[in-house]
């Protein structure tokens, strides 16, 4: 079945530390991917996003993405995370093949330590 | 302003009940699409639609329905047969094929409770 796997559920790093978040997906073929964030209490926002052309996407925040075809990975990073980015972070996907269908990982919760 | 507008924000349902959850946009987006998130398990599908008068079923779609006689409106009517209906439902549309199918605009949410 097609999915796609956050494979750090809780991650917790002080301030000013590197962050790299992990996302595979199942999907064969052409590909869109996603990164969301949902701040507490706050609806999901679009952090990045991959269509196409360049494999590293920057986003907003300071926060960028490498597309890794051949590892169907798409992860995400922060050279030096904040405090005020304590959040959940999503990543999702959609296939050309599979209509127009987004799938969501099961999320990665972000505790950044003051 | 356009966006995608959920109501009700909180919703108190009794057992046995069946309950509609409204959801409506104004981007013009063929795809709607409703999740229900719970803590640890990220943004299930429920349903999505690619079109007006068509809709599959998503992952967990057993004891949901939904219908699309609108390109704007997409309603999620959770029946009784639900077993666990508490939780946080998210409504979202985005560019259908045709449209570039751009990424997911969601709306603010609607917390059901079973009493």
């Known amino acids: 079945a097609q999915s796609v796997s956050q494979h750090n559920h809780h991650v917790i790093l002080s301030e000013a530390a590197s962050l790299e978040l992990g996302c595979n997906y199942s999907y064969g073929g052409t590909v869109n991917l996603f990164w969301y964030v949902q701040y507490p209490g706050q609806h999901l926002q679009l952090l990045l996003k991959y269509f196409s052309g360049d494999p590293l996407v920057k986003g907003i925040k300071g926060f960028e993405a490498e597309f890794i075809k051949s590892k169907f990975s798409f992860n995400l990073r922060k050279p030096s995370v904040q405090w005020s980015d304590t959040a959940e972070y999503f990543c999702?996907?959609?296939?050309?093949?599979?209509?127009?269908?987004?799938?969501f990982g099961s999320g990665t919760r972000l505790s950044i330590r003051p | 302003d356009g966006g995608i507008t959920q109501s009700p924000k909180y919703l108190f349902r009794k057992e046995g009940q069946n309950v509609t959850l409204s959801c409506e946009q104004n981007l013009n987006h063929d795809a709607m699409y409703w999740y229900r998130q719970d803590p640890g398990q990220g943004l299930r599908l429920i349903y999505y639609?690619?079109?007006?008068?068509?809709?599959q079923k998503g992952d967990i779609a057993e004891g949901y329905s939904v219908s699309r006689e609108k390109k704007e409106s997409f309603p999620l009517t959770v029946t009784s047969a639900q077993k666990n209906p508490t939780a946080f439902y998210l409504c979202?549309?985005?560019?259908?094929?045709?449209?570039?199918?751009?990424?997911?605009?969601f709306g603010q949410g609607t917390r059901l409770t079973v009493v």
């Open positions: 979202a549309s985005s560019g259908g094929a045709g449209q570039g199918r751009t990424e997911a605009f």
């Open positions: 999702a996907v959609i296939s050309y093949s599979s209509a127009s269908k987004i799938i």
């Open positions: 639609s690619q079109i007006v008068n068509d809709f």
